[in-house]
């Protein structure tokens, strides 16, 4: 089965893919926002292209797990993209993964002006980071046979 993960933010949406068998994550690009119409497109052709079965969207609670205006917001635009979409779309849990997306770019040892304007870097690998745990909490594909 393979995931699409979106971590949607004020001006970009993060894009990570699993592998075919779901158990690995990978950043995918970065979506510059739009309206919500060319938002919707660029997914869909994103799930097209790569035969997605499942959408992830990071919901992005408190640090006490709770919903504050930009999970509200974020809760909102995944419903209205689960109703155009021909695929499953389901929340997951997106705190701290930004934290880890730039810690992840800092430990790969990029310059600070270079990471600077990597930025949009940051929101595919949060949405890759947002990928792994879901996928992480589905236990994965049994282990093989010796």
Excluded: N
């Amino acid at each position: 089965m393979r995931i699409l993960a979106l971590d949607v933010g004020e001006r970009r949406i993060g894009v990570a893919i699993s592998d075919p068998t779901g158990t690995v994550a990978r950043p995918l690009c970065t979506l510059r926002r739009s309206s919500r119409a060319e938002d919707f497109a660029a997914i869909q052709r994103l799930i097209d292209e790569h035969a997605v079965d499942k959408v992830i969207v990071g919901l992005p609670l408190t640090l006490r797990g709770e919903e504050g205006p930009q999970a509200r917001r974020v809760e909102r635009y995944a419903q209205t993209l689960a109703a155009s979409l021909p695929v499953p779309v389901e929340m997951w849990d997106e705190r701290y993964t930004t934290a880890v997306a730039e810690e992840i770019l800092r430990r790969a040892d990029r310059r600070k002006r270079k990471r600077r304007r990597e930025a949009h870097d940051v929101d595919a690998i949060a949405a890759a980071v947002i990928l792994q745990s879901f996928l992480d909490s589905q236990g994965g594909p049994p282990p093989e046979s010796p």
